[in-house]
């Protein structure tokens, strides 16, 4: 995947209020694991995400994202970008 | 052989930490004898119920119990049966027309547990490509509801207008919109702005379901629910309720004025495959709600007992769910599950009861110690309560 571009950027960014634990943030970090987020941590994120992007990630579809990589993939598709 | 139950170790041990400090286990309560809606015999001791969802005190009223030893005698003990085969006495009927003069609705579905109500409801009216958008807050059984019928899962944040706006405006054009929202969160306590809620809901052509499980009989005019209270009512498509809270039995319904509600009964499996509730259950179920319909007076002295409860904790120095008593449920806040097990036994061997709350059942990680009102706690026992939980928190360090 490619790292340089606009939406993995964004979604990099939107991360780091949340990264407590300052985790360097590659497509192969993963949420629960690596940042070890809780479920609220994940709403408040993924509503973030959604207002960012103007999207819905159903929680169908979060159920399958465990890295960021997968995330960015998913945003990209949704956004159509 | 890899062994399926070991997911569960962080549980077990969890467990076993806590109840080696010598702690009584806060979840096998036994109670060897009940006395009255709001006294049991617990480990010998006499004990005041805090802890139950019996809001009305109906489930030793006369009426009721003698509507439920009838119903033993004449119909038997039970149906062996689905409501769509054999299931269906002349008391399910009753049990329907009660609720639909209890709401003022044309369609009244009965179920045998409120946890099946939303279940069944909630997966037959949204499927595959359709979308709910949920409170995050939600009941399991409102989740649970989403899972069965495999619909699109949009959750919000808790009682966020803006958040349920935005996503509902992102729902793809043409997809079917269910709105999930409950009148009272049991954990908390807390009651949802229904009035904004359902506008933007029905402005963005969605269907409403509200759940008013721990609403009703209490909160509106009629004891109707907070969608009555807040005069949304009727934009409500359907309103889920159970007979396990102020009705004070077991059961579960669904009401509604939809014109093709009916075929519900024919295509709701958590309806159709299972057994319906016994004769006795309904009896004493449509008895209770028809006395439910005159309980002004109860409501209002629960309403005191809410105020003055919530008003004597605050000044006590403890931590509560809400600003203001929202409904009869009171939820203290604990700083962690060890200090909540060691307050909640101090406070049964003081002689009270309440529930111990902790996740996945409470938002955000928290542990509650939360106290329910009845109708039938007098003034005389509230002040008890409030004895019990000053000497409690000072034994326990909590205040």
Do not use: W
């Given at each position: 995947?490619?790292?340089?571009?606009?939406?993995?950027?964004?979604?990099?960014?939107?991360?780091?209020?949340?990264?407590?634990?300052?985790?360097?943030?590659?497509?192969a970090t993963r949420f629960q694991q690596d940042l070890e987020w809780d479920s609220l941590t994940v709403l408040d994120f993924v509503a973030n995400i959604e207002d960012e992007f103007d999207i819905i990630i159903t929680m169908n579809m979060q159920a399958e994202i465990e890295t960021v990589g997968q995330l960015v993939d998913a945003v990209r598709g949704l956004s159509g970008g | 052989m890899s062994d399926l139950l070991s997911k569960f170790d962080p549980l077990i041990e969890q467990r076993e930490t806590l109840l080696s400090t010598g702690v009584t286990d806060p979840f096998n309560l036994v109670m060897?004898?009940?006395?009255?809606?709001?006294?049991?015999?617990?480990?010998?001791?006499?004990?005041?119920?805090?802890?139950?969802y019996n809001y009305m005190g109906m489930t030793f009223d006369p009426d009721v119990?003698?509507?439920?030893?009838?119903?033993?005698?004449?119909?038997?003990?039970?149906?062996?049966?689905?409501?769509?085969?054999?299931?269906?006495?002349?008391?399910?009927?009753?049990?329907?027309?009660?609720?639909?003069?209890?709401?003022?609705?044309?369609?009244?579905?009965?179920?045998?547990?409120?946890?099946?109500?939303?279940?069944?409801?909630?997966?037959?009216?949204?499927?595959?490509?359709?979308?709910?958008?949920?409170?995050?807050?939600?009941?399991?059984?409102?989740?649970?509801?989403?899972?069965?019928?495999?619909?699109?899962?949009?959750?919000?944040?808790?009682?966020?207008?803006?958040?349920?706006?935005?996503?509902?405006?992102?729902?793809?054009?043409?997809?079917?919109k269910l709105v999930v929202l409950e009148g009272v969160y049991s954990m908390l306590g807390d009651v949802a702005p229904l009035k904004e809620m359902v506008a933007v809901a029905k402005a963005n052509g969605a269907m409403v379901l509200v759940d008013e499980a721990h609403s009703m009989g209490f909160i509106g005019e009629h004891g109707r629910g907070v969608a009555e209270a807040q005069g949304v009512i009727d934009d409500v498509d359907f309103i889920i309720g159970t007979f396990s809270k102020s009705v004070g039995t077991v059961g579960g319904f669904c009401v509604s004025n939809h014109p093709k509600f009916e075929i519900m009964r024919l295509v709701c499996r958590p309806y159709v495959f299972t057994a319906s509730l016994p004769p006795s259950v309904v009896a004493t179920a449509a008895t209770s709600i028809r006395k439910l319909m005159d309980g002004a007076d109860k409501r209002a002295h629960l309403w005191e007992n809410s105020k003055r409860l919530h008003e004597g904790l605050r000044q006590l120095g403890f931590t509560l769910g809400t600003d203001q008593p929202q409904s009869a449920i009171i939820a203290v806040i604990m700083p962690d599950l060890e200090t909540g097990a060691a307050m909640w036994e101090a406070l049964l061997k003081e002689g009270l009861y309440v529930n111990l709350a902790r996740p996945p059942a409470t938002p955000a990680g928290m542990t509650l110690l939360r106290c329910s009102l009845c109708a039938e706690h007098s003034s005389e026992q509230v002040g008890e309560i409030l004895a019990m939980f000053s000497a409690a928190g000072r034994a326990t360090g909590c205040i």
């Open positions: 995947m490619d790292t340089t571009d606009e939406t993995f950027d964004k979604v990099r960014e939107l991360i780091e209020p949340f990264n407590k634990k300052g985790v360097e943030i590659t497509p | 060897e004898k009940v006395e009255s809606p709001t006294v049991a015999i617990c480990n010998g001791r006499r004990t005041i119920l805090l802890g139950t119990v003698a509507a439920g030893k009838n119903a033993l005698d004449e119909f038997g003990s039970g149906t062996t049966g689905s409501r769509v085969l054999n299931g269906t006495y002349a008391g399910h009927k009753a049990c329907e027309d009660a609720l639909k003069d209890f709401y003022g609705m044309d369609h009244a579905m009965v179920f045998s547990t409120g946890y099946q109500a939303n279940l069944g409801i909630i997966s037959t009216l949204a499927g595959k490509d359709d979308y709910i958008l949920l409170d995050i807050d939600s009941h399991a059984s409102i989740y649970d509801g989403c899972a069965l019928g495999n619909a699109q899962i949009v959750p919000f944040r808790h009682n966020d207008i803006e958040a349920l706006e935005k996503r509902l405006k992102r729902v793809p054009e043409g997809a079917g």
